[in-house]
Antibody
Framework: QVQLVQSGAEVKKPGASVKVSCKTS????????IDWVRQAPGQGLEWMGW????????KYSQMFQGRITITRDTSTTTVYMELSSLRSEDTAVYYC????????WGQGTLVTVSS | QAVVTQEPSLTVSPGGTVTLTCGSS?????????PYWFQQKPGQAPKTLIY???NKHSWTPARFSGSLLGGKAALTLSGAQPEDEAEYSC?????????FGGGTKLTVL
């Protein structure tokens, strides 16, 4: 069965970077796009970007341009989302989602940015 | 970047019908925006209910339907159940990017 399993919670200081992983299984990894979405506490969902796991092409939201890098490792069928220059407003739950009509979501990873 | 708008909150009576809408700052929402609708309950990951305006996943209850209405995307819930109380978010596609609306808190009361 299709699964997207994300890495565990992180606590980072302002200015640091965080790299969240999304380990996929149960389907042909290179046939799908993976999106990243986040949700700050008490706030709505925010789209961050996506990667085509087959071609390695990426598309990022203008809101994160210059701070976000999404990569993939085909040998481990894992997608990574790295966000740099963290600030307190980046405290959120980060989700990976398979773009097949957004059918499968990861369980979410809480990233807390605090001094 | 475009702004996607939703009603902040709505209330529906059990068994009643309610329509949530999703508008775009760039003009009328069309099928070319491929509207999606998501349901999220507290402490849970979102669940995708509707994709490409009106298509349902296998897990989407039949009482939910998607459409275009008056220049907006719409999610209609017919025969609301207590378990439908949740946050509902939409998003629209803009040339490869996606933009979420702010979400609608739906109360079944």
């Amino acid at each position: 069965q299709v699964q997207l399993v994300q890495s565990g919670a992180e606590v980072k200081k302002p200015g640091a970077s965080v790299k969240v992983s999304c380990k996929t299984s149960g389907y042909s990894f290179t046939s799908y796009i993976i999106d990243w979405v986040r949700q700050a506490p008490g706030q709505g969902l925010e789209w961050m970007g996506w990667i085509n796991a087959g071609t390695d092409y990426t598309k990022y939201s203008q809101m994160f341009q210059g701070r976000i890098t999404i990569t993939r490792d085909t040998s481990t069928t894992t997608v990574y989302m790295e966000l740099s220059s963290l600030r307190s407003e980046d405290t959120a739950v980060y989700y990976c989602v398979r773009y097949n009509n957004f059918d499968y979501w990861g369980q979410g990873t809480l990233v807390t940015v605090s001094s | 970047q475009a702004v996607v708008t939703q009603e902040p909150s709505l209330t529906v009576s059990p068994g009643g019908t309610v329509t949530l809408t999703c508008g775009s700052s760039t003009g009328a929402v069309t099928s070319g925006h491929y509207p999606y609708w998501f349901q999220q309950k507290p402490g849970q990951a979102p669940k995708t209910l509707i994709y490409d305006t009106s298509n349902k996943h296998s897990w989407t209850p039949a009482r939910f339907s998607g459409s275009l209405l008056g220049g907006k995307a719409a999610l209609t819930l017919s025969g609301a159940q207590p378990e439908d109380e949740a946050e509902y978010s939409c998003f629209l596609f803009y040339s490869g990017s996606r933009v979420f609306g702010g979400g609608t808190k739906l109360t079944v009361l």
